[in-house]
């Protein structure tokens, strides 16, 4: 597990991998999009089944982590409201594979609308506007930010946020990132997307303001799936060159 200085000290990155390890017992990942793959399918693109890479990666997280319970921060599937009868197999399908690893809690994200049709009880689900965890005394609460938060997930001492997919650009290729910055004394932690072929955002070409915070991504500090601090976004403009 990654040791990031800004991080507080009950939470950790599963080195080289888009997981945030909560306490002792609880990991939480995001943004799978399952079915994404024959959604690029019907635009003439490509790509293999990602079913057999995501169980390698679950399997690698659970060996890592040591953890019991997975929480999914949001899009676990890629259809926005009904899915194909492919994609609804693939998710089964992935389901009770991880099922045999964790229990599994689903934050919903603005993909994830009556799935609860298809995988009924074989899951649990939290509210949208945020599922509240305490550890370590400290309050933790994961939303995928496509929704407003509660006033409880706002008040708490850390705040997990989704839907972005924020990405930093090298050599012709993009790399997922963890964001991490203040609001007061609590923590911001954006996550990065475990389905790594998703589009999403280059972190120095998004200006707006992060939803539902005071914070512009120049306030945060960027990390690497390997657990390298970039340090703050706004500094990287002195390397710029070198990502883009």
């Known amino acids: 597990m990654s040791a990031v200085s800004s991080l507080p000290e009950f939470l950790g990155f599963i080195e080289g991998y888009p997981a945030l390890k909560i306490g002792r017992s609880k990991v939480a990942i995001a943004d799978l999009h399952v079915g994404y793959e024959l959604a ?3 635009n003439g693109l490509h790509i293999p089944n990602m079913l057999p890479r995501y169980r390698e990666r679950i399997s690698s997280i659970a060996e890592l982590s ?19 009868i492919e994609e609804s197999q693939e998710l ?19 993909h994830d609308a009556l799935i609860d049709k298809i995988l009924g009880n074989d899951i649990k689900y939290g509210p949208s506007t945020g599922l509240v965890l305490e550890e370590s005394g400290k309050k933790i609460s994961l939303l995928h930010g496509h929704a407003s938060p509660s006033r409880m997930a706002m008040e708490s001492d850390v705040v997990v946020m989704a839907h972005f997919h924020f990405f930093i650009k090298y050599d012709g290729s993009k790399f997922p990132v963890w964001l ?14 475990f389905n790594d072929l998703l ?3 280059a972190i120095k070409d998004f200006s707006m303001k992060i939803p539902y915070f005071n914070l512009s991504v120049s306030d945060l ?4 799936l390997e657990g390298y601090n970039l340090g703050k976004v706004s500094k990287l403009g002195a390397i710029e060159g070198e990502f883009d």
């Not at 040591?66 to 194909?84: F, R």
């Not at 089964?92 to 603005?110: A, D, H, W, Y």
Request: no cysteine.
């Open 40 to 42: 690029a399918k019907e």
């Open 66 to 84: 040591k953890a019991h319970e997975l929480y999914i921060v949001g899009d676990l599937k890629n259809s926005i409201i009904t899915p194909p």
């Open 92 to 110: 089964l399908q992935l389901i009770s594979f991880m099922k045999e690893k964790f229990t599994v809690t689903l934050i919903p994200g603005n």
């Open 180 to 193: 991490i910055g203040k609001f007061g004394k609590k923590t911001l932690i954006l996550m990065p997307p």
């Open 199 to 201: 589009p999403g955002f």
């Open 221 to 224: 500090e960027a990390v690497t």
